[in-house]
């Protein structure tokens, strides 16, 4: 069965220091792999996917097989970043599976 | 562009009764998925339609059915609500288009608080 561990349900940083939110993936198949984040008081809206390979307001994650590893990663946290935060899994049948999400809390 | 839209923003029920929820996706979008984030439980998908059909459906009893109009506005029908179904809906939408194996960028709309009493 598929399912995505977000293991730390609260993370909390200061302003200025690195940021790694940790995911892992129970997937027989090939995988996509996506980062959700949810601001206060706005809805839902997507961070990035592995198969862009972008990096979106500094941020970058990168698939591991081998790990069954998508950690998201910003070298410099900012207080803007502050959020909540989901790791989602799709098998390609747009069904999308998530995990249970991180709060985010950078420190001034 | 407007974003996915969804009502009512709250709907207060009791259990046994029947809870309507609305969705209208981006223009353009053929796609429909509906998920549950229930206290405790996160997100879970619960539903997905496209060109008025429904293609895939999340581990949800039969008394949570929806359907998908054609101008691809939707709506997830929940009967014999229980309190166990008090939880947010989050509805999405995506162009429906698939590129081989890739997967659609979601949209999400704000969400509907169901709450059973």
């Known amino acids: 069965a598929q399912r995505v561990t977000q293991p730390e349900k609260l993370l909390s940083v200061f302003k200025g220091a690195p940021v790694e939110l940790k995911c892992n993936y129970s997937?027989?198949?090939?995988?996509?792999l996506f980062w959700y984040v949810q601001y206060s008081r706005q809805r839902l809206q997507l961070l990035l996917r592995?198969?862009s390979r972008e990096s979106i307001k500094g941020f970058t994650a990168d698939l591991n097989k081998g790990e069954t590893s998508f950690h998201l990663k910003k070298p410099f946290a900012q207080e803007e970043d502050s959020a909540m935060y989901y790791c989602a899994l799709s098998q390609g049948a747009q069904k999308l599976v998530f995990g249970q999400g991180t709060r985010l809390t950078i420190n001034p | 562009e407007a974003g996915v839209t969804q009502s009512p923003t709250h709907l207060i029920k009791t259990r046994g009764q029947q809870a309507t929820l609305r969705c209208s996706p981006i223009s353009g979008h053929t796609s429909v998925y509906w998920y549950q984030q229930a206290l405790g439980l996160g997100l879970q998908f619960l539903l997905w339609?496209?060109?008025?059909?429904?293609?895939n459906r999340g581990n949800f009893p039969p008394r949570f059915s929806g359907r998908q109009f054609p101008n691809y506005s939707s709506e997830l029908n929940v009967n014999a609500l229980e309190l166990e179904d008090s939880a947010l809906y989050l509805c999405?939408?995506?162009?429906?288009?698939?590129?081989?194996?890739?997967?659609?960028?979601?949209?999400f709309g704000p969400g509907t608080r169901l709450t059973v009493l």
């Open positions: 592995h198969i």
């Open positions: 999405a939408s995506s162009l429906g288009r698939m590129t081989g194996d890739s997967t659609d960028t979601q949209y």
């Open positions: 339609y496209d060109e008025g059909e429904e293609r």
């Open positions: 997937y027989s198949g090939s995988p996509e």
